[in-house]
């Protein structure tokens, strides 16, 4: 553990962030002076981040227990929290539970106490019941999205949660939704309202791309030969109309990842590490991508069929034109059909001359078998890729480290070589198998 807390220049310095943005430091000030925060902010402007600094600036190093807990309503985004903590390299220990994943994977980690917990209600709950963690010195809770806790059947559990912390003083809430209503379980008295959702930061286009036929398979593929390389989410109600989509664009040759609930967590998980490091450009999903996972700057999303809440319409367009860059959101219809009121100041796209696409993969996925928990490090891979691989600097693609393996993109041409390479190599003192991610 580090002999003091690291100072937010340091952390800032390890994430390569020159500055906060204007949402982060009013977020830092309420949180530093004011015990309940309501942080309103659009997804995608650094809310995790805005509350993570100075949360860890005032834990305690010389306590053994959990001190902050971080309810979140998905897996995805209980990941996604987990790895920035990792990242800003504070020194103290934050893990992540969530259902979906072997009890016996929790209690490993949990035998040491992060300082730092995240987790989805039901499974924290679960360890709070079964005493496989204390709750004695948690002063600090944050309710990361917490509407979408309660849309996902979780008051209960989050109930019972803030009723059995008996050293809590500090109330967190946030939030991506313009109206949310704050449960009276959780005993806010005078919180700070923090309410960034009408700040014009980003600019996003809407535009209607009309098709002649109901099932519109056709008119997206000529979408996406008109989109050319860019990278985008193509958002569906249903995962009957995943499966259904995903099986035209197999067809077709079209590169893509799949996500929605149905899916095992490990899938949904690779699905994402594809998209994030370029190994697929297209992701197909419903709208458990609309908010709570980490991807990329994105430039285009497609509605190809449109949710039926406008709340919903606004989050999905939230993933493409972030902080301050622009990005396009494209509405499928077929020419008969009517749009929703909420879809206001769109343009007809005319997509003449679209070419068909090559939906050249530049890049490949190689799953290693070791990860942080052998010691490994993202420079330990890429002095494995360079030396050994012989790879050029602009060949090694993101490295996703994990607890027990890693992930690394590499181009396509030389995914098989690689392997016969480097498969069996030795990373610290581990030799790791080295395969593709199908």
Known sequence: MAEHNKDQQEILDKLGIQKLNPMQDATHEAITSCNEVVLLSPTGTGKTLAFLLPIIARLDRHIEDVQVLILVPSRELAIQIEQVTRDMGSGFKANAVYGGRAGSKDKVELRHAPAILIGTPGRVADHIRRETISTQFIKTIVLDEFDKSLETGFEGE??????????????????????????????????????YLNTKTQQLTLKTVVANSKDKLVTLRTLINYLE???????????DTISFVSDFLHDKGIPHSCFYGGLEQLDRERALIKFRNGTHRLLLATDLAARGIDVPELDFIIHYQLPSREEEFTHRNGRTARMNSNGTAYI????????????????????NGAKPSSDQQNWQTLYISGGRKDKISKGDIAGLFFKQGNLEKGELGNIELKQDCAFVAVPKSKANQLIDKLNNSRLKKRKVRISLLE
């Open 229 to 239: 390389n860019k990278h985008g989410i193509i958002f569906c109600n249903f995962k």
């Open 158 to 195: 989050m109930r019972e949660i803030i009723k059995g912390l008996p050293s809590l003083k500090n109330k967190i809430l946030t939030s991506a939704t313009q109206q949310v209503e704050i449960p009276s379980f959780v005993g806010l008295q005078h919180p700070k309202k923090l309410n």
């Open 332 to 351: 499928m219809k077929w020419e008969n059909e009517a749009l929703p009121d909420f879809i206001r100041g769109s343009e007809i796209l005319k997509m």
